[in-house]
């Protein structure tokens, strides 16, 4: 290694970094996991069906345990994600620290240099000079136009919707004629980011929109528990007061009774000897009819009093069903909307990690890298 590091007489200066950048290649870690697909496979099969009844011990246990050793699988999966990142993250950044180091040494072997030539050149060649200067100005501000129509779009990707509509509007007045001899190339550009941009705001949208759905259904599911709790208390309120009338009628029922059988004694008292049995007879014979007549109607009462509760449970029971099922629904349709969105936001997270890894290789060479990356396959890969 230190033979080669030498910058041999016969060589160039090209050549000899050439030899030198081929002399320490990065070496990317095997993409693996303590998860394993045959442990996936095995933990989706045995969790695959959750036990409905938690009172039981076994179930509750399974159910328990099935958490906390999904939970440590997945708290591996994330330990080792970061400690693959952390190794091309390390080398990124002493990659761009030797570059800036050999770039800062380079400009000043060059300026001295630099400087001589600007000295001898004649005016002439100064003046020649300034209009390619100019000119590679009016290129670059043209090209700086071309890059914010290519770029647009994935700069504002977490922008809301009214700021999307906003630059959309800015987008249609450009008149490009900053593009000059470029107009046609600037057009397209153009073309496709207003295409681009009406799909993320058609999204954005969409989004948004689900979000002030699920809202308002959260406000409603909230009316609708008021309301029912308001109903319940009403229930509970009438079949009380039912209940105390029923208990007053009884209690005046038994004065009743009473009374009559206070002024019998009375009569029986006035009357003959002769006469107490024969009226003794008939009064008894009356109260027992009464007494029967009464005690019908008091079972009649709570009869339909019983038949009135039993009705408003199976009610209850029925609007409880319902609200189940209509919950189990709206909760299956979230989960739909929540993974298509959790799709969507992962495709946008892929396409900002492209432009991120186009800061430090080419276009081409990032889109190969996240390719093998999200593919588990770094067969192929080369740093250029």
Known sequence: MEENAVIKENMTIEENAVIELKQQPFKMQTISYPVTEEILQAAEKKYAVVPEDLSDKENYKFVKTG????????????????????????????????????????????????????????????????????????????????ERLRSIVSQHIMSGSTQLQEIKEGIEIDDLKWA????????????????????????????????????????????????????????????????????????????????????????????????????????????????????????????????????????????????????EIEDKRIAKEKAEHAKKTLAADIKATEMELSEFCNKENAKALLAEIIQNNFKHLKWI
């Open 180 to 327: 000059e001899e470029r107009t046609e190339k600037a057009e397209e550009l153009k073309a496709d980011a207003l295409a681009r941009m009406a799909e993320l705001l058609k999204m954005k949208l969409q989004t948004e929109n689900a979000e002030k759905a699920e809202e308002e259904r959260e406000q409603q599911e909230r009316i609708r528990q008021k309301e029912q709790t308001e109903k319940n208390a009403r229930v509970a309120e009438e079949n009380k007061k039912q209940a105390d009338e029923l208990a007053a009628a009884q209690k005046k029922l038994k004065d009743d009774q009473e009374s009559i059988e206070e002024k019998q004694r009375g009569l029986e008292l006035a009357e003959s000897r002769r006469k107490i049995a024969l009226k003794a007879a008939e009064d008894k014979r009356i109260l027992t009819e009464r007494a029967d007549l009464e005690q019908r109607e008091q079972e009649a009462r709570i009869k339909l009093l019983r038949e009135k509760e039993e009705k408003e449970r199976q009610e209850k029971e029925i609007e409880d069903k319902r609200i189940a099922a209509e919950k």
């Open 67 to 146: 958490i906390s050793i999904v939970g440590k699988m997945g708290t591996q999966v994330e330990n080792r994600r970061k400690e693959l990142n952390r190794d091309a993250l390390d080398y990124m950044s002493g990659n761009n620290s030797k570059a800036k180091t050999l770039k800062n040494r380079l400009v000043a072997i060059r300026q001295p240099m630099k400087d001589k030539k600007t000295t001898f050149d004649t005016a002439e060649e100064i003046k020649k000079r300034e209009v390619e200067r100019k000119e590679e100005e009016r290129q670059d501000k043209i090209e700086l136009g071309m």
